[in-house]
């Protein structure tokens, strides 16, 4: 599926018209930066202008391309497969209108004219794809910034929100597929894809239900044993159900087999869609963490949060080494407490938080750390992001800094370092949970 | 109390020089606007300027003031309270140092001598507070919009990280106190206060212990019966419990009974930092809200989370009566659903959800709603938004409009009319989830 995400070529057909769908994606692949050549095309030809280039509408595909995206009437999808067929790889069909209105027929009709000429095809009623590394935005949705994370998404919305939201988590994307009605390649096809994908580290995928269980099963369970696969259900509830049913059609099935089957293949099931930001987060720096965490904080209440939220989650709080305590106490001043959390009271300060972390991180009993800082008042939070970004840790290091805008600073320069900020005590001990299940 | 929220003249003891807390909180006090005398005191003399505004420092208090706040070192500020004990009603006292790190004398002192003067004592070892009405910021602490939250925070860095966390969420405030030790005034104290404060609209409580037990149930029941009281318990667990033990030298005692005694008062307990911003953000704009929930939606996806959610909460998915079916079917295009969740679709504008809002809102089975709206392609966010601000609906009315910055004009429009957002579809379901616990 590399023609997909990782294009040399495509055609975009539709109307090119302000505001219409084509031309959005026209100007986002533009935007986007792809390398590759770029085919409008209408039957009505003419030329069409986006981010400042000019591009002549072709009346029709007349050249080989990668990947054909598809933005037309619904009952001109099938003819088109005639004719785009011997000259594309895959089809990206956006259009709706096919079996989620109840169009059966005319989808099988799509997929059987694609199928006669090889033609794979995402969708139909999709978002689109982007391919990030292969700086391809095929969508209209909102370009994301480039990283680790597959989405893999049943409902397209659901999608462009997870997209703007992520760009808001500093979350990086090597990819996302809106497959909408699956059907040719569907949940299982992209587990496998991305599952292979160097670029990709983590996977996520949003699921209402599956239509082949095993093979479902199978996917995850071999995607899982490459990379980290966070997946959020919905539907799970009765009514939940029978609103996706009518939503994606999915017969949701019962929750509880599908939850058997995210353990069973060893995925890492979130509860709701702030999970799957702060999962993917925790991810997509680290591929797993140990369960006896030290928290180090400025601050008591946030450290008793996350010690609270830990604890319930199953982890442990480690036992410090009498050798951490003793060389804790050789330098931290005598109001701070070296118990865990360690609380390095209020006034903490780059040299503080450094030695602390570095001194903890060496302890064979502790295998992650939750690094907490509130706004120092007389101490620039840049300064402990900094101390944070400094110390020498090889082990998983997970942190909070609240609170808004007087953290910005910090919480900008920790991601300029890769490292992704939760922006509570209870987000930050969730984000180790999920690496502790791995 | 009203001389602590309220004040009309404030004398500030400690070192103004360029970073100390008392100039800090002189800029404070300046720059929030307060209208009152401002008098800071230091035996130096001199003069110090803020914001602006140049005040001559006194070497001592020689007329009468509502409120001291001091942030003088510890063992200076039991024999204060002789000096300016005839003179005010109230004292704050921001410096440490007593029984936090086992100076219980030295507290036991300070209070033994401000009761003989009639002087209530806030602290010591707290962050001061807001009376945001009387336009009073006697704290270092980032300054918040006025509202209708009063804050009572046992953490002071807690309450630091909750206010700037809060200007971010929109959320506005009435006051904040972090009451740190407890000397005299506690929280059983605040909430009897709160209560009664016509500006406040609801509490927010964090605590990790308290020391009266039946003092506390009974404020507790008191303030629940006035207004919603929300509270965050830290201490849960076993090793929570140790460390707030270290932290505020609370005992925290059994979670189990302050589970019932949250219970049994009528307050709101919720489980998380977020979760005490998403319950003021909803008990700000409602009082309460019955269990039948209508979803209106512009995508399914987001609409089969949110009912996940709200039917795992107890919540029930409101059956729409015949008549609110039949109205929607005569306006809303076929393609949308009109069960519920009622799916809009993607192109759904101004009219079709003011109509729909409207129309559901008639509904005698709906006893609130939750509108949620995802970027939409051709739709400005802001009509959704204005939609939603024109819809005459006397019921509750929750939104979730997401995603970041595609929404964020739709979602200042909504702020500007009172109407608070949740950035998820879950943490909206979560919010009509607190409102029906009143």
Not at 91 to 119: D, M, P
Not at 173 to 194: I, K, R
Not at 344 to 371: K, M, P, Q
Request: aromatic share 8%; glycine share 12%; net charge neutral.
């Amino acid at each position: 599926m590399d023609f997909f995400f990782y294009p040399s070529s495509v055609a975009v057909f539709g109307s090119f018209r302000e505001g219409a769908i084509a031309r959005e994606i026209l100007r986002n692949i533009v935007e986007g930066g792809f390398d590759g050549k770029i085919i409008p095309i209408n039957p009505r030809g003419g030329s069409v202008k986006v981010a400042g280039e000019s591009f002549e509408i072709r009346p029709k595909l007349e050249e080989p391309v990668d990947t054909a995206i598809i933005a037309v009437p619904a009952r001109a999808v099938p003819p088109l497969m005639d004719e785009v067929g011997p000259l594309v790889k895959g089809a990206v069909v956006i259009s709706a209108g096919f079996s989620e209105v109840g169009n059966e027929e005319l989808e099988r009709e799509l997929v059987g004219r694609a199928g006669k000429y090889g033609v794979r095809v995402i969708g139909p009623n999709c978002a689109g794809i982007f391919g990030l590394h292969g700086k391809f935005f095929g969508s209209f949705e909102v370009r994301v910034k480039p990283g680790g994370l597959a989405l893999i998404s049943q409902s397209g919305a659901f999608g462009g929100a997870a997209l703007a939201m992520g760009n808001d988590e500093g979350i990086g994307f090597s990819a996302f597929v809106s497959y909408g009605n699956a059907a040719d390649l569907n949940e299982s096809d992209f587990l496998e894809y991305f599952a292979d994908d160097p670029n990709t580290k983590v996977i996520a995928l949003y699921i209402e239900g599956v239509r082949d269980g095993r093979r479902f099963l199978e996917a995850l369970r071999y995607a899982s044993s490459r990379k980290p696969v966070i997946v959020l259900k919905a539907g799970k509830s009765e009514s939940g159900a029978r609103a996706a049913a009518s939503h994606t059609g999915s017969l949701a099935g019962s929750y509880d087999i599908y939850r058997a089957a995210f353990r069973q293949a060893g995925a890492v099931e979130v509860g709701e869609m702030e999970e799957l930001f702060d999962a993917a987060k925790a991810f997509e720096m680290y591929g797993k963490a140990g369960k006896r965490v030290a928290i180090i904080t400025n601050s008591g209440g946030p450290g008793v949060l996350a010690t609270d939220r830990l604890e319930r989650l199953g982890l442990q709080m480690a036992k410090l080494s009498g050798e951490t305590v003793d060389e804790l106490r050789s330098f931290l001043p005598p109001q701070c407490s070296v118990g865990n959390p360690i609380d390095l009271i209020a006034d903490a300060n780059y040299e503080r938080y450094r030695r602390t972390i570095e001194t903890v991180c060496r302890d064979e009993n502790v295998d992650s750390l939750l690094v907490i800082c509130v706004p120092p008042i007389f101490v620039p939070g840049e300064d402990v992001a900094r101390a944070v970004i400094d110390a020498r840790c090889g082990k998983p290091l997970v942190v909070n800094f609240m609170a808004g805008e007087l953290v910005r600073g910090g919480v900008r320069l920790l991601e300029k370092a890769g490292i992704k900020n939760f922006p509570t005590p209870e987000r930050a001990a969730r984000a180790i949970h999920w690496l502790s299940l791995r």
